[in-house]
């Protein structure tokens, strides 16, 4: 007889767009795109989708920025990874604004 324990891990949908720097070539967007996916995957995190919107015009000047290169991304992962989430976008010179939203309610 083998008593085995199941542990449930409470998951959640969210969605997060994040503004890089507009200074960062194709790889250095790939970079700190990577770095962000790293920290989710790492958490028990998934990456559903993801929709680069490109360089656009910024409504006001963000750390002196007047433009930025916008990522949307689908996610799904338990809630104790919006903390190290959270560290990584305040850590990052690359991200100069983010928003994560939790989206199934």
């Known amino acids: 007889m083998s008593s085995q324990t199941e542990v449930h891990v ?21 970079a700190a795109m990577d770095k ?4 989710i995957t790492n958490g028990g995190g998934e990456v559903v989708s993801t929709e680069r919107w490109g360089m656009r015009k910024l409504a006001y000047p963000i750390k002196r ?35 994560v939203l939790r989206t199934d309610e």
């Open 65 to 99: 920025h007047f433009e930025g290169y916008y990522v949307l991304q689908r996610l799904s992962m338990p809630p104790a990874v919006t903390h190290p989430l959270e560290r990584a976008f305040r850590l990052s010179e690359d991200v100069i604004r983010h928003m």
């Open 10 to 30: 409470e998951v959640n949908e969210y969605e997060l767009v994040y503004i890089l720097q507009p200074k960062l070539d194709d790889d250095g967007i790939q």
């Open 36 to 39: 962000i996916n790293d920290v």
